[in-house]
């Protein structure tokens, strides 16, 4: 089987599509003429780490040796013993240990769409392309490879384009050069940080040009932060009952936020004013699409074994039209709602269900185009993305791409090696319900 694409990302106008399957990344332009998808890109991620993981575990020998000079036990004679130094080995995993997979998350393109950023489970990296269209090849150059201390788990660029803000699951915030060049992860300190995990990052922009980093965590939290003066916070965003997962920064209400999470609302916020406009309450509305996916563990159930729990996985809107689009983890249903932009208020539009749960949604912002990614595994290798636009009076799928996008798919990967799997070994497809905290985490 083709394994299923982990996410997608798409230029502002749609015509071209970079999206994740296994450890690559590979890249599509729409051909409007001829109705059909072209490929024009790819990159696997094959870094062998056992260098950088020696280089630690050498670091780490000097590091003890040096700590225990003072306590070296003497021999009869009083010539002390130094103990030898073996070579540094790579860790295996002993038996019965988690497979190690080599993830490639959080797409991004630079607002000029010159570069596409992404980060590496593999060495906890982040990687940055330059995107030449006129090499006929391949399309992804890549520039850099920057090794950070944490795994990073999501990015977003500055309005110049000449940093990238990286958010760790240690809760902290670098700032990376997007130019050429590896800064040693021993000199890379944060600009910012949490006390918890951090899941995204934006950034906003004051009427005075003035830069807002907006970053949200595990416990609940939304911050607003000065930039550069990261130093000094604006502000919180109080209102969530749990985890927030997702943000989403809409260019036709500059000052509005929207967020969602493990709670059953989705939030829209004045960011600016740091008040909360609205909550829609989806919990009514996707309760028909749930099921024993969305079934709380034995370990945390009630007595009936009914306590359902479900996050929204992300949220994402367009450039000239006032709605956003979000999904719930694990179902099969992406939810359309309008927004008035003058008060903030969410309105459910439109449910569109797919034949597959979604893995992953994003928007070709000026196409009003949503590319979702489907987990098509009973498909027989079929269906692995769905594509909707809007027509000026509601959303509809297009058949045409959806068709198109299939063909494509089969052809290049019909003999690929890499994204041709065993059931077994899929990746990881969903994270967002591992961000709950449970009673362990505050013990």
Known sequence: MIHPIQSSLATKDGTVLFFVVKNTIHTLRWEEGRGEFVAIGMWVDDADNSDTIKAKVREEQQRQLAENEAKRQKTNDGNSNKPSIKEAKVPVPGQGAPPVFKHIRNMALSRDETLLMACTDSDKALVVFELDYTNAENCLKLRKRQPLPKRPNALTTTTDDKTVLVADKFGDVYALSTKEGVVQEAALEPILGHVSLLTDIVVAKEADGKQLIITADRDEHIRITHYPQTFVINKWLYGSKQFVSTLCLPSWGPNLLFSGGGDSLVH?????????????????????????????????????????????????????????????????VVLICRVDPDIGAITLAQKIEMPFNIISLSSALSANLLTLTLDNRDSDDSRFAAFISYDGTEFLVDAEKNNAFEKCVLHKFENDPIVNVEPRDVYPLYHIASLRKRGEHFS
């Not at 749930?290 to 479900?310: H, M």
Request: no cysteine; net charge negative; hydrophobic share 45%.
């Open 268 to 332: 829209s916020w004045n960011w600016e004013s740091g008040k909360l406009l609205d909550s829609l309450d989806i919990s009514e509305i996707v309760e028909p699409y749930l099921g024993d996916a969305q079934l709380a563990p034995e370990k945390f159930q009630n007595e009936t074994n009914s306590l359902i729990e479900y996050a929204v996985a992300k949220v994402v809107t367009f450039a000239n039209i006032p709605y956003i689009a979000f999904f719930v983890e694990q179902t099969k």
